[in-house]
């Protein structure tokens, strides 16, 4: 498959391609308003419920917070919960927070690594049982 045409324009072809491959998808972008508790938010504390433990490794370490999702707050997508919180925590290891940078340097902001991008991957089975048991997670630099 061409992917540029002799105008160095994208072809009608590849175009097609990428719009029938194309996946549902929602850009958090991060604002200076405070967040509550059970807010969407990066950083800060997570919500857990009472009965919970904070996440730990194998060793007895606290995982670090990296993110929570409040899903009544999102935008409405097929395949994902209307409601509930997910929460995003990792082992604070050597390749930790290699994943992203937002904000205005000044009031805020958040930078992980070389302003790398982080994925969170989930097959819509699992998602839908809720099971955050097989999540995978890597991360890309720049």
């Known amino acids: 498959m061409n992917f540029l045409d002799a105008n160095n324009q994208w072809t009608p072809e590849f175009l097609e391609h990428i719009q029938k ?3 549902s998808s929602i850009k958090l972008t991060l604002t200076k308003e405070a967040a509550t508790l059970t807010d969407s938010k990066v950083g800060g504390k997570p919500w857990l419920p009472p009965q919970m433990p904070y996440p730990q490794d194998e060793d007895g370490n606290d995982y670090l917070f990296l993110a929570q999702i409040n899903w ?8 994902y919960p209307a409601s509930g919180l997910t929460s995003y925590f990792f082992k604070e290891d050597d ?5 992203d940078l937002e904000g205005d340097n000044y009031d ?7 302003s790398g991008v982080g994925n969170f991957f989930i097959r819509r089975e699992d998602m839908l049982r809720l099971d955050f048991s097989k999540v995978s997670y890597t991360w890309d630099c720049l």
């Not at 009544?72 to 395949?79: K, W």
């Not at 390749?95 to 994943?99: A, E, K, R, V, Y």
């Not at 805020?108 to 070389?114: C, E, Q, R, T």
């Open 21 to 23: 491959s194309a996946k």
């Open 72 to 79: 009544a707050q999102m935008p409405q997508l097929d395949g």
């Open 95 to 99: 390749t930790f927070g290699l994943m």
């Open 108 to 114: 805020y902001y958040v930078s992980w690594g070389d």
